[in-house]
């Protein structure tokens, strides 16, 4: 039981990392398109 406990909170900790972790990339692509589009203009 324990094991099957530490598996689901290991799971679940990875998956909200990941999710943090995409959120970083989109702000970064959309920080750099805008600049893209300040040096256009």
């Given at each position: 039981m324990k094991i099957l406990t530490l598996m689901?909170?290991?799971?679940?900790?990875?998956q909200l990392s990941a999710?943090?972790?995409l959120r970083?990339?989109?702000?970064?692509?959309?920080?750099?398109?805008e600049?893209?589009?300040?040096s256009t203009n």
């Open positions: 689901i909170a290991l799971i679940v900790v990875i999710c943090n972790t970083g990339v989109g702000k970064d692509v959309e920080k750099s398109g600049a893209i589009q300040k």
